[in-house]
């Protein structure tokens, strides 16, 4: 009787010792998934700032370039002006010494 008790003892020892290391690696793996989660938030963050910078680096590269367009057009209706005015003052020259 007292084998008995001893190996069921023991054997009561074995099945706690053995659910106590699967426990033991449950919990381990639970705290390599929360730090798989937490480095996976990291990097979503990271990729969330980094697409916005991206974003406000284009919307400045796109006003740029619209104003150096409307810059250009600008300047284009200058030239456009000044070639008028001088057409009109070699007309006006011409007219004046046909006189």
Do not use: F, I, P
């Not at 367009?69 to 456009?80: G, I, M």
């Amino acid at each position: 009787q007292e084998e008995r008790q001893a190996r069921e003892g023991e054997e009561q020892r074995q099945t706690l010792k053995a659910a106590a290391l699967e426990a033991d690696e449950e919990r381990q793996a639970a705290m390599l998934t929360g730090e798989e989660e937490r480095k996976a938030e990291e990097v979503a963050v990271e990729a969330a700032r980094k697409a916005e910078q991206e974003e406000r680096q284009a919307r400045m590269a796109a006003e740029a370039a619209r104003r150096e367009a409307e810059e250009e057009h600008r300047a284009s209706e200058a030239r456009a002006e000044e070639e008028r005015k001088a057409r009109e003052a070699a007309e006006e020259a011409a007219r004046k010494a046909e006189q």
